[in-house]
């Protein structure tokens, strides 16, 4: 069970603490009637699948609720950063 | 044979005799045994029968590594355990043990024929020969392969005991206390750091064990950790994982080697956060890969000296040696001190250190160099072997009645490989050694490869001159594969040790090939060619042995298998004799049964009252959400489809969520309390979806928003009192709250008292009756329920369960999502178009709502059903077809979602997801089922009180 730092609480807390929230810093475009079907559907369903660092957002569900971002390196699992929403891309 | 006790030496306390029995015959043994050295001392060699082979299978090893000796042990009822490794059971008074895969009985076995067909089962085999006809494979072969092939029959009772489960946190934990991990825990015990010291056996000192001149080392170094009050030692306890950062399970079994069975639970599972992990895991013996290698009394070298120093028990009376090893030699040297004879020394190697010549030759023990074992005598147990020169001369036959092997030792490095570090192949030693790590953690003794065990030779297969089709030289002992079976895969295109390993199921079985991965690895790369190195290793999965179910379960099983959530008010249901159902964990009445009533009656009256008098109703598993702040309206019109901004403090709206999607996800009832404040409901169970999502939207995309969401789901209970008489009831019992028509309308909320209880008061109705729902602070839940219960006694008030809700809301219309709809249906899809505010720009799932496959034709729409024939109650999820007549495959346009039989209307009700559903009004669809067809006509999804005139009052 991985440990995942909350830059918010800035503790380490066991996996079990946390949810999954997807792909990070997809911000939901200011003027969604704005786009074209192909700049939505991009929006809506196309996601990174690296191997190796992913950007992904994480939530401290069962502590401070809040959303995080981090980068983990999807072959070994483990964890290189986590910082705080609004952060910009580490 | 009796008598295999050794006059003296041992750890057993001969003081202390225990019976036991073993497949129906009693025997003695001393406290200390193993299952294993009781049943040896006692003269029994034969101890199983191979998996595929039904072989006479007696001891490989004397530890958890053992391959054949797998038993049954039963405690009584319910408490069968197949499996286990004769040498891992401690022996106690009243054991019963029983021998698996084979019958009649063990010394005749009918399945042994494989056998003598084996060269009918090569690699492969079952993959190949039942491929055809696929229909077979259900009924015929794998039933049939299941009965022949198998490991012990699983328990068929419940499991009485129980299992109890921690977590430990600690600076250093070691794995394994031999000479190695005991050094280490001393080590750390110093420092101030929590320790804890884990090993497997019911006694520290691992490899010391049966070494005596340890022993004084061995006592001295027990006691002091014992005094340490940073350490935890535990024994009888397996890690059978190690996990990310430094995560480590272990079950410690508490009771199965006691007498009696006491209070208190079987096994513990230890979740163990460590800082740095030490592993002292040591290592295991190779066997070596000749001809009859499987022959019971063909052991481990290493065990025959665990049998004779620690538990005293010789394993023959005229025992040989095969060695490719030194190790074996100094094990031999060993025996002979204790008395044993010793027929002879065999080794593959043409030239041994002068050292060992001589000692053997003070011993008095024949060597044979540059010689190799060609095959065994005896069935049931070794008679003799026959050995010749490498090169195949000098064939000559040995009277023995045990053969030992030394193959040279692999280290246990499972757990290691298990944390991801890194192996390097080391041609000294034939091995795979640690090499980098990718956690805190690092290896010591045997299992870094920092342990001398003398100098050996790395072959695989020992020479022989016997054809080698016809050889029976075994790898994997426990899934019965050969090395023949090996240079078949090879042969047939296998090239990578990973398919190799499956396709031969080399190191599959539960022993996950502790004793065979090497020798299958080293047979791979003669036959390929190439270095072992190249070839790489097979993954190390956890568990390390075998665990139990129990274990991993712990208590979360029956009753606690999950969290049961009850209203405030479920006591009351419960004495009433409500029949409950469960709904996103939470425990709801399902109907409540009057004596002599089947569901349907109960309903029908349920709903019968409801639509003539009043029912009474316990909606407080309903979600609740409090939205508060000077943004609350902003946020919540973003949210949801329809507008949130003009609606008055007051009053309530229907609120329909989507996600980005533009799929419905949630719906319910809220209200605006002030302006700056709304009690929203969701879903029973989306209650915890709706709030993370609607988190996300407040955290991360506008963050700008001032507006707090809280959870009160489980603050309030709530009542819904329904139909024509509702404001009777509630009349007498409210304060501060106009009640009538015109003060307060339908979708409205009031503040005020009941039975001098704050309540959040909503006039609303999923019913179509004059309805309230009265919500109160969680504990005043039953007494209130009882107060209106007492109230409504004049109006025959009724308490109705979710399957009368479920009826009375689809007369009505009213969708439940995550039944009518499936995450693939849009609001107009489900005729909730006027719930979209059209005039707002923007909000969540607006956008998608114009994607291209979301405006085309021929979506599937939410419609009624009304049957044919108005008795046919339609199954729920059955499928519906415009042409019966068409062959099967028939074109199925759509399902039924929700189906019932409406009191209210004398008939049966179905609402539908239907293709372009709401443009067949009036066409006839049919509904296929097991001997019959059904015809219903699609109708309107509002089977009753149409114009809303019963809301109204
Ligand atoms: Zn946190």
New interface residues.
């Given amino acids: 069970?991985?440990?995942i730092h909350c830059p918010y609480c800035d503790e380490k807390r066991?996996?079990l603490e946390f949810?999954y929230?997807g792909q990070a810093h997809i911000?939901?475009p200011a003027?969604?009637?704005a786009?074209s079907?192909e700049e939505?559907?991009h929006y809506?369903f196309i996601r990174a699948n690296p191997r190796g660092r992913h950007h992904e957002?994480w939530?401290h569900?069962h502590g401070c609720?809040?959303?995080f971002n981090a980068v983990r390196d999807t072959v070994?699992?483990k964890f290189e950063t986590t910082y705080k929403?609004?952060e910009p891309r580490k | 044979m009796t008598g295999y006790r050794l006059p003296m030496g041992g750890r057993v306390n001969r003081q202390t005799q225990l019976a036991f029995r073993f497949d129906g015959a009693t025997y003695a043994g001393f406290e200390g045994d193993t299952l294993a050295s009781a049943l040896l001392a006692n003269g029994v060699q034969l101890f199983g029968r191979s998996f595929k082979y039904h072989r006479p299978r007696g001891l490989l090893g004397a530890g958890s590594e053992e391959p054949n000796a797998l038993i049954s042990v039963t405690r009584g009822p319910g408490r069968f355990t197949p499996n286990l490794r004769a040498t891992s059971i401690d022996l106690y008074d009243g054991l019963e043990a029983s021998s698996q895969n084979r019958w009649p009985s063990l010394k005749f076995d009918l399945g042994a024929i494989n056998d003598r067909l084996g060269m009918f089962f090569p690699a492969g085999f079952y993959n190949k020969t039942f491929m055809w006809p696929r229909s077979f494979w259900e009924k015929l072969y794998e039933p049939a392969i299941r009965r022949m092939a198998g490991l012990g029959h699983p328990p068929t009772e419940e499991d009485p005991d129980h299992y109890a489960a921690t977590y430990a946190h600690c600076d250093v934990l070691i794995i394994g206390a031999g000479p190695a991990g005991i050094d280490a825990a001393l080590e750390a015990a110093s420092g101030n750091g929590r320790v804890i010291l884990i090993d497997e056996q019911d006694e520290l000192g691992g490899g010391a064990l049966s070494d005596p001149a340890l022993w004084p080392w061995l006592d001295r170094s027990v006691k002091a950790l014992a005094a340490s009050p940073n350490v935890t030692v535990l024994t009888r306890t397996t890690a059978f994982g190690y996990f990310h950062d430094n995560f480590i399970g272990a079950v410690e079994r508490l009771t199965d080697h006691l007498a009696d069975v006491p209070h208190g639970p079987r096994e513990k599972l230890w979740r163990i956060r460590a800082g740095e992990v030490i592993l002292a895991q040591g290592a295991i013996e190779r066997p070596l890969v000749f001809d009859g290698n499987d022959t019971p009394g063909v052991m481990l070298a290493s065990a025959a000296r665990v049998f004779a120093l620690r538990f005293g028990v010789a394993v023959g009376r005229s025992i040989a040696l095969m060695a490719s090893h030194d190790s074996g030699w100094h094990d031999i040297f060993a025996l002979a001190k204790t008395g044993v004879g010793i027929a002879a020394i065999v080794d593959v190697r043409d030239a041994v250190s002068p050292d060992l010549l001589a000692q053997a030759e003070a011993l008095g023990i024949p060597v044979h160099l540059g010689h190799s074992v060609i095959g065994v005598r005896g069935r049931l147990g070794v008679k003799a072997i026959s050995i010749a020169r490498n090169g195949g001369t000098g064939v000559a036959d040995l009277a023995c009645d045990a053969l030992l092997m030394a193959g040279g030792w692999t280290l246990t490095v499972h757990l290691w490989s298990h944390s991801k570090g890194t192996l390097a192949w080391r041609d000294d030693l034939g091995a795979y050694v640690p090499d980098q790590p990718n956690e805190n953690v690092r290896c010591v003794g045997a299992c870094a490869g920092a342990w001398s065990f003398g100098d050996g030779a790395v072959i695989d297969i020992l020479p022989t001159p016997k054809d080698p089709t016809r050889a029976k030289a075994f790898v994997d002992f426990q899934n019965d594969v050969t090395a023949k079976d090996i240079k078949l895969a090879v042969r047939e295109g296998f090239r990578s040790i990973e398919h190799i390993k499956r396709y031969t199921t080399n190191g599959m079985a539960t022993d996950q090939g502790k004793t065979s991965n090497l020798n299958g690895l080293q047979i791979a790369s003669t036959a390929l060619n190439r270095p072992v190195a190249d070839i790489g290793l097979t993954t190390f999965r956890p568990p390390y042995t075998p665990q139990t179910f129990g274990a991993l379960a712990g208590h979360a099983k029956g009753p606690l298998f999950q969290p049961t959530r009850k209203t405030n008010i479920d006591s009351w249901a419960e004495e009433n004799g409500a029949v409950f159902e469960l709904v996103a964990q939470w425990r709801r009445a399902r109907y409540f049964p009057k004596a002599g009533e089947d569901m349907h009656a109960a309903v029908n009256r349920e709903c019968r009252m409801v639509r003539s008098s009043v029912g009474i109703f316990d909606a407080s598993t309903l979600g609740k959400i409090e939205v508060v702040g000077p943004d609350a309206a902003e946020f919540l019109n973003r949210m949801y489809t329809n507008p949130w901004k003009a609606l008055e403090p007051g009053r309530c709206r229907y609120g329909l969520l989507l996600k980005e999607d533009g799929f419905i996800t949630d719906d319910g009832v809220s209200a605006r309390l002030a302006a700056d404040r709304f009690h929203l409901t969701t879903t029973t169970g989306g209650a915890a979806r709706v709030l993370n999502m609607m988190e996300d939207y407040l955290q991360t995309e506008w963050p700008d928003l001032n507006v707090w969401l809280t959870s009160t789901t489980e603050q309030y209970a709530v009542i819904a009192l329904q139909g024509p008489n509702a404001r009777k009831v509630l009349e007498p019992l409210v304060e501060g709250i106009d009640l009538s028509a015109e003060a307060f309308p339908h979708m409205a909320v009031r503040e005020g008292t009941i039975c001098g209880i704050p309540t959040r008061l909503f006039r609303v109705s999923f019913t179509g009756e004059l309805g309230f729902e009265i919500n109160v602070p969680s504990a005043y839940g039953r007494a209130l329920w009882e107060r209106i219960m007492a109230e409504g006694a004049r109006f025959d008030i009724t308490p109705y369960g979710t399957e009368a809700m479920h009826v009375l809301r689809a007369e009505k219309g009213f969708i439940i999502v995550g039944q009518d709809t499936d995450g693939t249906v849009t609001p107009q899809d489900a005729g909730l178009d006027w719930a979209i505010g059209k005039k707002k720009p923007d909000f969540v799932g607006k956008r998608s709502l114009a994607r291209p496959d979301i405006v085309a034709p021929g979506r599937k729409h939410l419609v009624g059903l009304l049957t044919e024939d108005p008795n046919v109650v339609l199954e729920e999820g059955a499928q519906i077809v415009a042409d019966p007549n068409q062959p099967v495959p028939m074109t199925m346009i759509g399902h039924v979602t929700s189906s019932y039989w409406s009191e209210a209307l004398g008939r049966s009700i179905a609402m539908a997801l239907v293709v372009d559903g709401q443009n067949r009004m009036g066409q006839s669809l049919f509904i296929p089922m097991p001997g019959q067809t059904h015809v219903a006509k699609v109708s309107s999804m509002v089977f009753y009180d149409a114009e809303g005139a019963r809301l109204n009052v």
């Fill in positions: 069970m991985i440990l066991a996996e949810a929230a911000a939901r003027d969604p009637s786009l079907d939505w559907e809506l957002r939530r569900i609720g809040r959303f070994t699992d929403a609004g």
